[in-house]
């Protein structure tokens, strides 16, 4: 039984009488109202002090197989882990290569299907027991807007996933998939990204593209952007600035970076441009300066 000693009441307690209760706004728009397991692991993902993310994504294997620059996925990740805010990967990859001390929050590829060897999109979502067994951060569904044949199935995907997300507390992260017809400009990607966010999406990844300050501001949760192919290395990092600029929250990168030339001196040049705020020139030179 506890000690009484010290218990009884006297006029010296503090209780801070006449000091209002302090609240404070998440830091990441639209997520105020969330749970607080969801806002806990939001600020895993992101820097609070910045309000930013890098993430790393190395998830392509799950439709594209060994893609160039993931043949040896231990070789081309473990190197990264630590520059990286958040790793988004697959269940596979994360088991089979990403040490468990390296502590970092997982952005799980939850949603899986068809492969590039046949038509895309149609996909089905995994068990949300292996997120919470996995201990992920967010999961991230795949979202085909304008594709006739999947829009709908991969739209359930994405509200299921929510449904179980808001029930345990983990983020949704919707992924707007860009088909062979369809444009990436700020009409589409400002429809697609809105729609994730109705349907449950904690944060959106989508593509970057002109005028997309249109689309941030249309949509009512946070942005990060995809590196999509890989570029010479200054315009990748004038793909990031910009995005920055424009209001997105993060970079969600792959290509751009376990494809350059030098990827551990690439990915602190992201880190840099996002968190840092430097110029695409002054990130190149970091760039060059870590590379020697």
């Known amino acids: 039984m506890a000690d009484l000693e010290g218990t009884k009441e006297n006029a010296d307690k503090d209780y801070g009488i006449g000091i209002p209760v302090e609240t404070k706004l998440f830091f990441l728009k639209g997520l105020n109202n969330c749970d607080w397991g969801i806002k806990n692991r939001m600020s895993r993902i992101y820097n609070p002090n910045t309000g930013r993310t890098v993430m790393l994504a190395f998830d392509h294997g799950y439709i594209m197989g060994p893609t160039s620059g993931l043949e040896r996925l231990d070789l081309a990740i473990n190197p990264l882990i630590e520059y990286a805010d958040s790793l988004m990967c697959t269940r596979g990859a994360l088991r089979s290569i990403v040490p468990p001390t390296a502590n970092k929050p997982i952005c799980l590829r939850y949603s899986a299907g068809s492969s590039v060897l046949t038509y895309l999109n149609n996909e089905c979502t995994i068990d949300i027991e292996d997120a919470i067994r996995i201990n992920a951060s ?155």
């Open 138 to 292: 967010a999961m991230a569904v795949m979202v085909a807007i304008g594709d006739s044949l999947y829009e709908a199935k991969t739209i359930e995907n994405l509200v299921r996933t929510a449904d179980y997300g808001y029930k345990y507390g983990i983020p949704t992260l919707g992924v707007t998939a860009v088909g062979k017809d369809m444009v990436r400009d700020a009409r589409y990607i400002g429809t697609a990204t809105r729609i994730c966010a109705e349907n449950g999406a904690t944060f959106v990844k989508t593509y970057y593209c002109e005028n997309f300050e249109r689309v941030v501001n249309g949509c009512p949760v946070p942005i990060v952007i995809a590196g999509g192919k890989k570029l010479p290395e200054i315009e990748a990092l004038e793909l990031c600035y910009n995005a920055i600029n424009d209001g997105a929250t993060g970079v969600d990168m792959g290509r751009n970076v376990f494809q350059a030339e030098h990827p551990v001196a690439m990915i602190q040049a992201v880190r840099g441009v996002v968190h840092d705020n430097l110029t695409p020139k002054q990130a190149l030179e970091l760039y060059v300066d870590l590379k020697s």
